[in-house]
């Protein structure tokens, strides 16, 4: 581990954040697709709800 840290430069100009494609723009916009992520994680929850009770 101490051989990457020493090549390793933290505020280099290579270490930058992600910039969203515009594909992952879309979804992340797109009111249907969050309304079927909603459905589908509350469908998800209540199954595991219920296998607790």
């Known amino acids: ?3 990457i840290e020493k ?3 933290p505020y280099d100009a290579s ?3 992600m910039v969203p ?3 992952v723009k879309f979804f992340r916009t797109c009111k249907i697709w969050q ?3 909603f459905i589908m994680i ?3 929850m209540l199954i595991v709800v219920r ?3």
Do not use: A, C, D
């Open 7 to 9: 090549y390793v430069k």
């Open 35 to 37: 309304l079927f992520r």
């Open 1 to 3: 581990m101490k051989e």
């Open 21 to 23: 494609t515009n594909f």
């Open 15 to 17: 270490f930058t954040t």
């Open 42 to 44: 509350n469908i998800k």
């Open 51 to 53: 296998k607790s009770h």
